[in-house]
């Protein structure tokens, strides 16, 4: 079965930085990869979504990368700011884009 | 405008008794979702349906129940409540041909 594996460990930042979150899986490559965001007592929240075909794409601040055959991906939030703190998963297509396989997550901390 | 609303938020029970958790969309979407989330285990998919009437098993589906009489409503079901139920629950729904899943506000569901 896919596995995804996000760092558990938080992700210390200081504002104005730019935050790296990575995201890596195995198996075999899905053909998109979604970024959500989920703050404390809320459901996860659509960012990004990157298809195999496409090695990066940007929305405002946001930045993903889509690598193949490193088999990952990664996300940037750059100029950082203390409302960017939240848990940040990675999700990839299962069964022909009828599910979703969850990574983990990744709790960004961006200190003032 | 609700979107996607589920019900109750809290909940409390007892092992061996049976619970529904509600779940309602007014978008029309065709898929809907059901996940539980648990520290160490990320969101998991329980049950998922393509249409009124169509419903297939996701990663964890033993000791749920779910139905889809109608479109907007996707309730899961546990027949009997254990422990290892204690979980938030959330619910999600996408439409036909699009990626992006819509995440309701979860049910959090502890099980004594």
């Known amino acids: 079965s896919q596995k995804i594996e996000q760092n558990s460990e938080a992700l210390n930042i200081q504002e104005g930085k730019t935050a790296t979150l990575t995201c890596n899986y195995t198996?075999?490559?899905?053909?998109?990869l979604q970024w959500y965001r989920q703050d404390p007592g809320r459901g996860p929240v659509f960012l990004l979504l990157?298809?195999?075909?496409?090695k990066e794409k940007r929305k405002e601040r946001l930045k993903v990368t889509f690598d193949t055959t490193l088999k990952q991906s990664l996300f940037h939030i750059t100029a950082s700011q203390p409302a960017d703190s939240a848990t940040y998963l990675c999700?990839?297509?299962?069964?022909?884009?009828?599910?979703?396989?969850f990574g983990g997550g990744t709790r960004l901390m961006v200190k003032p | 405008d609700a979107g996607i609303t589920q019900s109750p938020r809290y909940k409390i029970t007892e092992t061996g008794r049976q619970v529904t958790l509600m779940c309602h969309q007014t978008w029309s979407h065709s898929y809907m979702f059901w996940y539980r989330q648990d520290l160490g285990h990320g969101l998991r998919l329980i049950y998922y349906s393509a249409a009124a009437d169509i419903t297939d098993k996701g990663e964890v589906p033993d000791g749920y129940v779910v139905s889809r009489s109608k479109t907007e409503n996707f309730p899961l079901t546990l027949e009997s409540a254990t422990r290892s139920q204690t979980s938030v629950y959330f619910c999600?729904?996408?439409?036909?041909?699009?990626?992006?899943?819509?995440f309701g506000p979860g049910t959090r569901l502890l099980v004594l």
């Open positions: 999700a990839l297509d299962y069964n022909a884009g009828n599910m979703l396989t």
């Open positions: 999600a729904s996408r439409g036909t041909g699009k990626e992006t899943q819509y």
């Open positions: 990157i298809r195999e075909n496409e």
């Open positions: 198996n075999y490559s899905p053909a998109y």
